[in-house]
């Protein structure tokens, strides 16, 4: 093997090796549990990274219920008592609000859930 074939083998290798670590982070999102119930969410805020991959697994305890987040293209909606998920990855750094996406009642308006992104 010449000596320049040697360097990009090795180059290669260390690269691959760098990269493992990030590709496995990237393939394991956080899971997230929330339960819903009228009018709120349980735990109704989160603190998330950006660029680390979530799960948020929506759980009602009562009603059917959802739960928007507009800045991240998500929309999950659950049955009465059921169960639903929904994967992204924060891009952006601040607070944002997402809302109830089935009506549920009286207080649906006001039913809000914080995500907090940090870098
Ligand atoms: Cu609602």
């Known amino acids: 093997m010449s000596r320049a074939r040697f360097l990009i083998c090795a180059a290669t290798v260390a690269a691959a090796m760098l990269a493992s670590p990030l590709a496995w982070s990237q393939a394991k ?21 950006k660029g680390q991959p979530v799960t948020i697994v929506l759980k009602s305890q009562d009603v059917a219920h959802g739960l928007r987040l507009r800045d991240f293209g998500v929309n999950i909606r659950v049955k009465a008592g059921g169960t639903g998920e929904a994967t992204f990855t924060p891009d952006k750094v601040g607070d944002f609000t997402g809302h109830c ?9 006001s039913m809000t859930f914080t995500v907090h992104v940090v870098a």
Do not use: D, L, M, N
């Open 101 to 109: 996406s089935v009506f549920c009642g009286s207080g649906h308006g």
């Open 29 to 49: 999102p956080q899971r997230i549990e929330i339960s819903a119930k009228r009018f709120s969410y349980s735990p109704g805020e989160i603190t998330v990274k």
